[in-house]
């Protein structure tokens, strides 16, 4: 009993001294209206997201692989371009 006490009196202490906060304030997320017409350019062939927590705030980047069915790079960025250019 005076073990687990003294744990968790340490615990707190550890805690408190360190200015742990428990939850982020801030949650940053791209408009989701934005990322239906990302995916509108071509086929999506996954999706995955981060969220990196940064001085209370985490901005959740989501990450799309498009297929834009081009030969090569720079053929595939004038496509996307284009295509996001049309849809404003």
């Known amino acids: 009993m005076v073990k687990r006490l003294l744990a968790a009196l340490c615990l707190l202490v550890a805690v408190s001294g360190c200015d ?5 304030e801030t949650v940053i997320k791209v408009d989701p209206g934005a990322l239906t017409e990302v995916r509108s350019v071509g086929r999506v062939v996954t999706q995955t997201f981060t969220d990196p927590v940064y001085e209370r705030t985490v901005q959740v980047d989501e990450i799309l692989v498009v297929d834009l069915r081009a ?3 720079p053929e595939a960025l004038d496509l996307v371009r284009n295509r996001l250019k049309q849809l404003g």
Do not use: I, R
Request: aromatic share 38%; charged share 10%.
């Open 20 to 24: 742990a906060t428990w939850w982020p």
């Open 71 to 73: 030969a090569d790079f």
